[in-house]
């Protein structure tokens, strides 16, 4: 399967600049092995993945353009009941 590209949208930056998360740490987390991935319909795409800070990030993208073309529109930190199943969900 081909990789997916991210690009970030004026949205998402403002998305993570309010919730503290860099955009550093949101691309982390989009490729990080470690991670759970939600298709929400056919163009909304969630994921919860691991940054290198070791903080869980929450990421909510929406497909455009190519299939594997994802822009960012929500950056944010796991709440503690979403690190919890993103732990179980990696295990």
Not at 11 to 22: E, F, N
Not at 32 to 37: K, N, T
Not at 40 to 59: E, K, N
Not at 60 to 83: H, M, Q, W
Request: aromatic letters at 6%; glycine letters at 6%; a negative charge.
């Amino acid at each position: 399967m081909m990789e997916r590209e991210y690009a970030w949208t004026e949205t998402g930056k403002a998305s993570a600049s309010r919730h503290d998360v860099s955009e550093q740490e949101a691309i982390e987390a989009l490729y990080s092995p470690q991670r759970i991935e939600n298709h929400i319909g056919s163009l909304l795409l969630a994921v919860a993945g691991l940054a290198d800070t070791a903080r869980v990030i929450m990421v909510l993208c929406e497909r455009f353009g190519k299939v594997n073309s994802y822009g960012i529109l929500a950056v944010r930190l796991a709440t503690p009941d979403e690190v919890k199943q993103w732990m179980e969900g990696t295990r």
